[in-house]
């Protein structure tokens, strides 16, 4: 099974809040995952990239790998209203490196 | 222009019409892609093609067929067409095919309706 699950959402909060985007997989060989931003009449753009286990923070944004539980996180921290798009995780998978995607959790940041 | 481009921007044809899509790539990449992004479904990847020569298809009907000229035009061309075809079709590009280290970077897409 190849799999990766995402709440479609859309998921709505007050601007200044945390907000917290989540995705499990079944199984990867490979622990390299992404997140993707996606604005409305755009392609998506990479936003980051983590390997294996624990946390990777760029300036508001934090990503997160549980490999125990198979769980991936986003968290943004003080959301702004430019916040506001459909948030996708990406897996690696198999020999030739294909990314295999959720379908994406549209994030509404409320000002 | 930089980064990918991707004409027309929305197209609307029926069934029985012929079109294509164009993409191209201002990045200097050798590897480029054509996904499916379905609303509430996962990116799925059409073809890949590293260097011009197709490298991945991944079991799209022949109604799409892809052509890659040279490294940084890519186009899919389209006849037949279904109306569960209708989607936003989004071209992109990386440094190289198979590299997990290598971003890929997408075009706007093509929204494309089939009556």
């Known amino acids: 099974q190849k799999e990766v699950e995402q709440d479609p959402g859309p998921l709505s909060v007050p601007e200044g809040a945390i907000v917290s985007l989540n995705c499990t997989y079944s199984n990867s060989a490979f622990q390299y995952f992404m997140w993707y931003r996606q604005y409305s009449r755009k392609g998506p753009e990479l936003l980051m990239y983590t390997y294996s286990s624990g946390n990777k923070e760029d300036g508001r944004f934090t990503a997160q790998v549980d490999k125990s539980s198979k769980y991936i996180s986003l968290f943004i921290r003080d959301s702004q209203p430019s916040d506001s798009a459909t948030y996708l995780c990406?897996?690696?998978?198999?020999?030739?490196?294909?990314?295999?995607w959720g379908a994406g959790t549209k994030l509404i940041i409320k000002p | 222009e930089t980064g990918v481009t991707q004409t027309p921007r929305h197209l609307v044809m029926g069934m029985t019409n012929k079109k294509s899509l164009k993409c191209e790539q201002h990045l200097g990449h050798n590897a480029m892609y054509w996904y499916k992004q379905s609303a509430k479904k996962p990116l799925e990847l059409m073809f890949v093609y590293s260097l011009e020569e197709r490298v991945e298809n991944n079991s799209v009907p022949s109604r799409f067929s892809p052509e890659c000229p040279n490294s940084s035009h890519l186009f899919l061309h389209l006849h037949t067409l279904q109306p569960e075809d209708s989607a936003l079709y989004l071209c992109a590009s990386s440094p190289r095919q198979g590299r997990h280290t290598d971003t890929q970077y997408f075009g706007p897409g093509t929204r494309l309706t089939v009556l």
């Open positions: 990406a897996r690696i998978e198999g020999s030739n490196y294909q990314l295999i």
